[in-house]
């Protein structure tokens, strides 16, 4: 079993610097405009004759309400007939991949993100399943891993009892905090009756994991509150939790400058709560999987990282990254083999494309030879907290240490700072070090700079 994280404040502050999240690499900010639908039905194609399997993402951009933290893509309006055009235009794209793609190819993953999914109607979700099915191998079995957000204030036992029926078997509820005042800050009102009522009814129809999503940093929050929340939550024992830390950039995401900046924790409150966090989940028997996640020792992503089978992607970390992951709806992400693509954000735009019969992607990036080495050492340390340099060397035919050499005098300080432990074949990263494997990785980000560096949050 891998040891638990250990908190070490000193080398926190020595080493929380901003950068990415690494669903990817090279990230999405690399992204660029010489990548477009072509590229993709190119990737399709390869897909096909590889007959690899699919993880298949559907981005759903509608919220009735607006949560002033969010960075997500989306839409708010109370208008429920806006959905239906969508819907059309994203069956025109389910179509249109599909028909490069072959019947061999099974879907292992399904996720419907957002915005909020279940802003659908039953009838609207019901066809949108119905026509993913018609031209996809879906499995019928359960055996897939079939996951929808919930935000439990547009949900409830009818609702679920229709998910199930559709093949879903793993849900993911929107929380953030518990507290009221918490809430009205930022704008989301969501009695804890509300979230029980969507775990008990998920329990009840057998789905197979309940995850949570909390979010400390957030305004009017103290260590004391945020203390009770993630209490609150262990007694509802999800299969697994979210903690993420909140980044406040109003410059970038407009709803986030309705929130009083006065009101935000300071950075020592911060991390206290994380520290909390981390003490009552783990002595309540969660693992820490890394990167903000938790999970019970039983759980599936628990056993992929005991057995290294653990993986990253643009779904987070994952057990299907063998996957080709196709993102379907406005904004959404692609990963097929070496190349990235991601529709337009566009909604306007993306409808008006999909009407056109043209797939509406209009940006990515096709891996070099050292986008993949880089891509095999950050997952490997990300996912399994360890590396062994002869892995590398004999996928790609490098010496570990000559191709990386300009790194390797920070690893030896990182040594010495006892973050990581480092020998001529492999590097460790120590349990004070694993809350900041980010910046681990960041050595082996070959397009990080101090421009670059302002598009992320801190590592913590």
């Keep these: 079993m891998l040891d638990a994280v250990r908190w070490d404040t000193d080398l926190i502050r020595r080493y929380d610097h901003a950068g990415p999240r690494y669903t990817s690499y090279p990230t999405a900010v690399q992204f660029n405009a010489g990548i477009g639908p ?36 989306k839409v708010i309006t109370k208008d429920r007939g806006r959905a239906l055009p969508y819907i059309e235009r994203l069956e025109k794209e389910i179509a249109l991949i599909a028909s490069h793609l072959g019947p061999d190819q099974v879907v292992e993953q399904l996720h419907f993100g957002g915005g909020t999914p279940t802003f659908l109607s039953h009838d ?47 849900v993911s509820l929107g929380v953030q905090d518990l507290d009221p005042q918490v809430q009205r800050a930022v704008n989301r009102m969501q009695t804890l009756e509300e979230t029980v009522a969507i775990i008990e009814a998920a329990r009840t ?15 009017l929050q103290t260590p004391e509150r945020f203390a009770r929340t993630v209490e609150t939550i262990i007694g509802l024992q999800p299969d697994r939790l979210s903690v993420f830390n909140y980044a406040h950039l109003p410059e970038r995401f ?33 693992r820490y999987i890394g990167m903000d996640h938790f999970a019970l020792p039983d759980d599936e992503l628990a056993s992929a990282q005991e057995e290294g ?48 019969g043209a797939l509406a992607t209009v940006r990515g990036l096709r891996c070099s030879q050292d986008d993949r080495i880089r891509r095999a050492v950050i997952q490997k340390l990300i996912c399994d907290f360890e590396l062994d340099f002869r892995c590398i060397e004999t996928d790609f035919g490098i010496r570990f240490r000559d191709y990386f050499a300009e790194a390797w005098p920070m690893l030896e300080r990182m040594a010495s700072d006892q973050l990581i432990v480092l020998d001529e074949e492999h590097i460790v990263i120590q349990p004070a070090g694993r809350l900041l494997v980010r910046s681990v990785c960041m050595l082996f980000d070959h397009y990080l700079d101090g421009q670059t560096m302002q598009r992320f949050s801190r590592v913590i």
């Design 124 to 170: 609207e979700m019901r066809r949108v399943m119905n026509h993913l099915r018609q031209h996809f191998t879906l499995l019928d079995d359960d055996s897939g891993d079939y996951g929808i957000e919930i935000d439990p204030r547009e949900a409830d036992w009818s609702t679920m009892g229709l998910l199930r029926e559709l093949g879903f078997n793993r």
């Design 254 to 286: 407009k709803p986030q400058r309705r929130i009083n900046a006065d009101d935000l924790p300071s950075p020592g409150d911060k991390l206290a709560m994380l520290q909390h966090s981390i003490e009552q989940l783990t002595g309540a028997g969660y």
């Design 205 to 219: 129809l057998q789905f197979r994991s309940v995850n949570i999503d909390l979010i400390y940093g957030l305004p």
């Design 38 to 73: 072509g590229d993709l039905v190119a990737a399709l194609q390869n897909s096909r004759r590889a007959e690899r399997p699919l993880s298949l993402y559907i981005h759903v951009p509608f919220c009735a309400n607006i949560c002033y933290y969010c960075g997500c893509n």
């Design 309 to 356: 089978r653990l993986q990253r992607n643009f779904q987070g970390y994952t057990t299907h990254g063998h996957c080709d992951l196709i993102g379907l709806g406005v904004s959404s992400i692609s990963q097929i083999g070496d190349l990235y693509c991601q529709n337009t954000p566009d909604l306007g735009k993306y409808q008006e494309t999909l009407d056109q």
